[in-house]
């Protein structure tokens, strides 16, 4: 299964775009990219997903690189309510890493 | 349909006692998922069905986990003899195979602690 590797946290100010990386090098030309978070004592809620195209809906913006071995999730207006872990998945067993946590500062 | 549900919400449970937990996946939906989840890491996946039958099982089930969905609809998790190291949150997961590589709905889990 293809593996992902994200950074383990990374502050983002309020109000503020918070861009967040995810590593997928050995991704294979069916594999979409999943983003997902959770909020913690809750279960991981879905965000948006991609092939190869950039993907924009109502929570987030999916900017993937041409050779598909690196994805960026955006979250345009970062409020106090987006602090979670940010998960990066390739397969559709959704195996998770240990994600990114994001904390929105005030 | 409100989404995925899964009881009890939590569990408390002595050392060596099984324990069942059930999943009621969104109704249309016929791919569903198991994962387990310990403190501070990411859901690890456990296993999976579309429809009834069970496609794949990690590692990570021993012989004392057992899982069904025997209508294709609700499923069960089962762990015989509990240990300790079993203590985390179990999550459910659901998709439709047509929507296989679009969102999948996570229930809230439950959370068992063994003692």
């Known amino acids: 299964d293809a593996k992902t590797t994200q950074p383990p946290s990374m502050d983002c100010a309020e109000g503020r775009a918070a861009n967040l990386p995810c590593n997928h090098s050995t991704i294979s030309g069916n594999e979409y990219v999943y983003w997902y978070r959770q909020i913690h004592s809750q279960g991981p809620q879905y965000i948006i997903h991609?092939?190869?195209n950039n993907e924009t809906n109502e929570m987030a913006s999916l900017i993937i690189t041409e050779d598909r071995k690196s994805s960026t999730l955006i979250l345009p207006h970062a409020t106090l309510r987006d602090t979670a872990v940010y998960y990066c998945?390739?397969?559709?067993?959704?195996?998770f890493g240990a994600g990114t946590t994001v904390t929105v500062r005030a | 349909d409100t989404g995925v549900s899964q009881n009890p919400r939590h569990k408390i449970t002595k050392r060596g006692q099984n324990v069942t937990f059930r999943c009621d996946p969104i109704?249309?939906?016929?791919?569903l998922y198991w994962y387990r989840q310990t403190l501070g890491q990411g859901p690890e996946f456990l296993t999976y069905?579309?429809?009834?039958?069970?496609?794949?099982k990690s590692r990570l089930l021993s012989d004392r986990f057992s899982a069904e969905r025997p209508k294709g609809s609700f499923s069960t998790l089962e762990i015989q003899r509990t240990e300790q190291g079993d203590s985390a949150m179990y999550l459910c997961?659901?998709?439709?195979?047509?929507?296989?590589?679009?969102?999948?709905?996570f229930g809230s889990g439950t959370r068992l602690t063994v003692v």
């Open positions: 998945i390739v397969t559709h067993k959704l195996s």
């Open positions: 069905f579309q429809n009834e039958a069970q496609l794949e």
């Open positions: 109704s249309e939906h016929n791919r």
């Open positions: 997961a659901s998709t439709s195979l047509e929507w296989a590589n679009y969102g999948y709905t």
């Open positions: 991609g092939l190869k």
